[in-house]
């Protein structure tokens, strides 16, 4: 039976024993998806008294890797979140009693929190165990959703029956448009709060965590999947209308950013209290500036920037990362 990309739903969960698989959490929508199982070949190039090559090939061993993209939204983050920091406390929201907030921290492991993607296709469903994220990107252009861009890998896909949900308790209806952003600089974190909102064009926050396959001799797929160094890059894209921001990049001047997304259309609880993503960076460096200089239209100015942890002082790159929802814990 043929079927097109909208009729394939992804299922997202927590694995509670690493690469032991989860039914899905959430379902979650998605506006592209390639997930699929890959085969690493060997090849007999033997000679046979023969000028032919290649007389036979093998698998030694599979995995499952791919791409989505999909709207931000408020609930399923947090396990995307979960992880890609390894670590998360949850306690209800100041004021609320079924509202909460979720403080994610880096865990100074290389196996952080796994989960399982559930593939619900027409043809065959599909678990795939131990999925780890490679690299998660926030990004959002003036008018359009936040979006979220991210890479997995995974073990290869076994064969499972599933059906989506996109109701009730699995439901997730809380997302995140360009005007639910404010972006703020400052030189310290405790000046975030007076500081001035940017007017930005647009932004994207990527976070790697350049994951590998631990590999052994008596298994045909990963044993586990590692995470490696974690690193944090953004870019920012505003009109140029002053220098300040080219003198941050020019003179290397350390300042302190804080990315807030909060939807203030959808009331969560009594106090009121928003679905929201704060983000606060407290020693950036800014690189890489640049301006446009089209003859005909608007100058606007680019540059990215690096949050810088500071292990000596107790300080991550990301010195706070908190998600607020009706989803109690993850």
Known sequence: ???????????????????????????????????????????????????????????????????????????????????????????????????????FTLSETNNHQSLALTIDDPVQDFMYKLAMLDSLTISVTAGEFVMISASFRAKAGDETSSTADYTGVTADKYVFHSRDIGIKIADTVGGLGAASTLEVK??????????????????????????????????????????????????????????????????????????????????VRFDDWERTDDLNEIIDQTMTFVPMADPRAGTAALSSVILTNNQASY
């Open 1 to 103: 039976m043929a079927h097109i990309g909208r009729l394939v739903n992804l299922g997202i969960a927590k694995e509670a024993v690493r690469g032991a698989g989860a039914a899905a959490t959430y379902w979650a929508p998605k506006t592209s998806m390639s997930v699929h199982t890959v085969a690493d070949k060997i090849v007999d190039e033997e000679s046979y008294n023969s000028i032919q090559q290649a007389v036979s090939a093998y698998v030694p061993m599979r995995r499952a890797e791919g791409d989505l993209e999909m709207i931000c939204r408020a609930n399923s983050l947090g396990l995307l979140l979960y992880n890609l920091f390894g670590g998360v406390s949850s306690g209800t929201a100041a004021g609320e009693t079924a509202v909460y907030d979720h403080e």
């Open 202 to 283: 647009s932004f994207d926050l990527n976070i790697t965590k350049n994951v590998i396959d631990d590999q052994s001799i008596h298994s045909a797929e990963p044993v586990d999947i590692f995470n490696r160094q974690f690193y944090v890059d953004g870019t920012i894209e505003m009109k140029y209308d002053s220098k300040t921001y080219r003198d941050y990049c020019l003179d290397n001047r350390l300042k302190a950013l804080q990315i807030d997304i909060k939807n203030e259309q959808k009331p969560l609880g009594v106090t009121p209290t928003y679905p929201e993503l704060k983000i606060q960076m407290g020693k």
